[in-house]
């Protein structure tokens, strides 16, 4: 029994896109469909950060609680999966996510638009494990072969960490503690002190530690 | 040691002054190449902006591989020019439009515009991995069935400088000037 999350690191993310690149080739997921994005702010500013984000796999998802043909559920490993055969693409669940993790594979009102599609954490579907159907409709079943989503994997920094809640944070506190003041002099670098980070940004680390 | 030479166009002539370029060569592998009458010239008016040229972290190369394979191709659409806010408000430019480069050598090349500080004012960077479109012309008809990758787009060097390395030939494909005009 485990409880999976999802992490991602700002002081690591170098905004590869692997992560992306990963996802799609695993679960082959077609063009126009993000599972998972990278989202950068401060673009090309002092401060910049970029997060790498998917479905976080809520302990309480909003999907879930607004879909009204109820084909969400949770995994016993705290995964969020839904059942395409149940979904009408009604879209409910876009505007509900905070993360904007449904995707829809047309556009359009209503039903027009597709069943919806999202990160299953790599655990497949509903369908019967391993089989040929549950990788067409819902992508790889890693999680079942005992392996973690491939995005997290693959991610060349180690910014993006998957696995058990108690597992992730555990790795991220030992790196914040680890970072010490080092962090504090990233981004501050520069010739002008107007243009370093703000104290926001400096701060998280050490709050955290 | 190597030493700086200026760029063949370039707005600082102060440097000109101090760091010239070669003496234009008769016979250079017998072909004649040019260099001090080229930077002679103040292009620095008409062409305001600095233009280089670089890395797309999705791409490689040409890109002829790499725009062809879809988990790539959608993460990069379009060619496109990074360029200062200050440069893009004075030039009338919004982010997403389309632009023309227009360089010292009289070619001109069409992409997006993307408004960003990741330059400096001034500067405008271009990536290299484009192919496919030439001055405003999508060349996608021109390949073989099959073999067009998903991804087109102007190639940076169109609207690139003239230059040589004075060792090995090598086309200079990271400094020139440039003009921005909307599209």
């Known amino acids: 029994m485990a409880n999976m999350k999802f992490y991602c690191d700002a002081e690591r993310c170098i905004e590869c896109n692997a992560c992306v690149t990963a996802c799609k080739n695993?679960?082959?997921?077609?063009?126009?469909?993000?599972?998972?994005?990278?989202?950068?702010?401060?673009?090309g500013e002092p401060g910049e950060r970029s997060l790498s984000?998917?479905?976080?796999?809520?302990?309480?998802?909003?999907?879930?609680?607004?879909?009204?043909?109820?084909?969400?559920?949770?995994?016993?490993?705290?995964?969020?999966?839904?059942?395409?055969?149940?979904?009408?693409?009604?879209?409910?669940?876009?505007?509900?996510?905070?993360?904007?993790?449904?995707?829809?594979?047309?556009?359009?009102?209503?039903?027009?638009?597709?069943?919806?599609?999202?990160?299953?954490?790599?655990?497949g579907g509903p369908k019967e494990t391993g089989s040929a159907e549950e990788h067409r409709m819902y992508g790889s079943n890693r999680l079942a072969e005992g392996k973690l989503p491939l995005?997290?994997?693959?991610?060349?920094?180690?910014a993006l960490i998957a696995g058990d809640a108690d597992v992730v944070s555990d790795?991220?506190?030992?790196?914040?503690?680890?970072?010490?003041?080092?962090?504090?002099?990233?981004?501050?670098?520069?010739?002008k002190a107007s243009l370093r980070a703000p104290q926001s940004v400096k701060g998280k680390a050490s709050s955290d530690g | 040691?190597?030493?700086?030479?200026?760029?063949?166009?370039?707005?600082?002539?102060?440097?000109?002054?101090?760091y010239p370029t070669y003496e234009d060569r008769k016979s250079f592998w017998r072909l004649p190449t040019r260099y001090?009458?080229?930077?002679?010239?103040?292009?620095?008016?008409?062409?305001p902006i600095i233009l280089t040229s670089g890395r797309l972290v999705e791409y490689e190369g040409g890109g002829d591989e790499t725009r062809s394979n879809p988990w790539l191709a959608e993460l990069q659409q379009d060619m496109f020019v990074e360029i200062h806010p200050r440069d893009a408000n004075n030039a009338g430019i919004k982010d997403g439009e389309d632009v023309w480069i227009e360089s010292t050598e009289g070619a001109r090349i069409k992409v997006k515009s993307l408004v960003t500080r990741r330059v400096a004012a001034g500067v405008a960077f271009t990536p290299f991995h484009f192919g496919g479109?030439?001055?405003?012309?999508?060349?996608?008809?021109?390949?073989?069935?099959?073999?067009?990758?998903f991804v087109l787009g102007e190639a940076c060097n169109t609207a690139f400088t003239y230059g040589y390395d004075s060792v090995t030939q090598m086309q200079e494909t990271k400094c020139t000037l440039c003009r921005i005009i909307k599209a």
């Open chain 2, 36 to 47: 001090g009458s080229i930077q002679a010239k103040d292009y620095s008016q008409e062409f």
């Open chain 2, 133 to 149: 479109h030439f001055q405003g012309n999508d060349l996608r008809s021109k390949y073989p069935a099959g073999a067009d990758p």
């Open chain 1, 151 to 158: 995005c997290a994997e693959m991610c060349s920094t180690k």
């Open chain 2, 1 to 18: 040691m190597p030493v700086h030479r200026e760029p063949l166009y370039t707005n600082r002539r102060d440097l000109v002054e101090k």
């Open chain 1, 53 to 123: 984000v998917a479905c976080m796999h809520c302990a309480d998802a909003p999907c879930a609680a607004v879909c009204p043909v109820d084909c969400f559920y949770t995994t016993e490993d705290g995964v969020v999966l839904h059942d395409k055969d149940i979904c009408i693409g009604c879209g409910y669940c876009f505007y509900a996510c905070p993360f904007g993790a449904p995707q829809f594979p047309k556009a359009g009102a209503f039903a027009s638009r597709g069943k919806m599609d999202k990160c299953t954490f790599c655990a």
């Open chain 1, 171 to 191: 790795i991220y506190r030992r790196r914040v503690v680890n970072r010490g003041a080092s962090v504090l002099d990233w981004g501050v670098n520069y010739d």
């Open chain 1, 26 to 43: 695993e679960n082959e997921v077609p063009w126009g469909v993000n599972r998972r994005r990278v989202v950068t702010i401060k673009d």
